[in-house]
C-alpha cells in the first residue's frame, strides 16, 4: 500500500503546527496563491490529504473550487485556522471529519 503524505496550505503565522506534526507546508498570501499549489498538486498524488485555510479556499471562483472539492486523492480539507465566536472544537472536528470521510463520528469526552 501506497503511503501519501499531507500538505498544509496555510498563510504566514498557521505554519509551525503544522510543522510539528509532520506536514509539508506551503505559504500564501491569497486564494489565487492556493489556486496555484492545487493545481500543481492535484494531479501528482503525492499528498493523500491537503489542508487549505478555509478563509482562503472559500474565496475561489466556485466552479474551481468545485473541482478541487470533488478529488479524492488527494483529498482537500478546508479547515477553520481562525475560528471566530465561540465554537465547540469537538463539534468543528466532527463537521470536518464528516465532510472529508462522508460520514458522521462520535467523540466521547
Known amino acids: 500500500m501506497k503511503s501519501y503524505k ?3 496550505i496555510t498563510e504566514e503565522g498557521y505554519d509551525t503546527g503544522f510543522r510539528l506534526a ?3 507546508v506551503e ?3 491569497n486564494e489565487k496563491d492556493v489556486v496555484l499549489i492545487l493545481q500543481k498538486y492535484i494531479d501528482e498524488k503525492i499528498y493523500g490529504i491537503i489542508i487549505v ?3 482562503l479556499f472559500y474565496k475561489i471562483e ?3 473550487r468545485r ?3 470533488e478529488s479524492l486523492l488527494p483529498s482537500i480539507v478546508p479547515l477553520n485556522l481562525k475560528i471566530k465566536g465561540k465554537r465547540d472544537a469537538g463539534e468543528y ?3 470536518v471529519v464528516r465532510r472529508v470521510l462522508g460520514y458522521s463520528i462520535r467523540i466521547k469526552e
Do not use: N, Q, S, T
Open 22 to 24: 509532520g506536514c509539508d
Open 67 to 69: 473541482i478541487f472539492e
Open 27 to 29: 505559504m500564501v498570501e
Open 62 to 64: 466556485e466552479k474551481k
Open 93 to 95: 472536528l466532527k463537521e
Open 53 to 55: 485555510d478555509a478563509d
Open 6 to 8: 499531507i500538505l498544509a
